[in-house]
């Protein structure tokens, strides 16, 4: 996969099929970093989304599974429908370009407090996302 490959807009191709993401534990740090991925995936699944996450992808042996059709829609913009049984918090129309996971995790971090609406003059994280993608060089998003 080239560099152009990986991007949070949508230019990026995402193959035909998708197989399952299987994600096994490993070391401290990398089991927090999934546990934060797990909370953006959540997140983005609405009121049921930790129910979600719960029942179809954590596995009582500890790996993370999750399904093939699930990471298309995820990992792509909202041209993709999300498969059967899952919701959704929908991307804002003003960033439509933008794949879920991307604006899932802008979001879920302001909500969190981790973006404070000082620092940036805005209260609405899509703003803010439009800024940093304006002030840093396009690899930082690709």
């Given at each position: ?119 940036r003059g805005s209260d609405k994280p899509f ?16």
């Amino acid at each position: 996969m080239s560099k152009s490959d990986l991007t949070v807009f949508d230019n990026a191709r995402v193959d035909d099929y998708v197989s399952d993401i299987v994600i096994y534990p490993s070391s401290w740090y990398y089991n927090a970093c999934v546990q934060g991925f797990l909370e953006v995936l959540a997140w983005g699944m609405g009121e049921d989304g930790d129910r979600l996450i719960e029942e179809h992808i954590l596995q009582s042996d500890g790996r993370v599974i999750i399904p093939g059709d699930l990471a298309e829609a995820i990992f792509s913009t909202d041209n993709v429908l999300m498969p059967d049984g899952y919701n959704e918090r929908p991307v804002p129309s003003e960033l439509k370009k933008m794949k879920r996971i991307a604006w899932w995790w802008a979001a879920a971090g302001y909500e969190a407090g981790f973006m404070r609406k000082n620092d940036r003059g805005s209260d609405k994280p899509f703003l803010l996302f439009q800024h940093w993608s304006n002030s840093y060089p396009y690899h930082f998003f690709s």
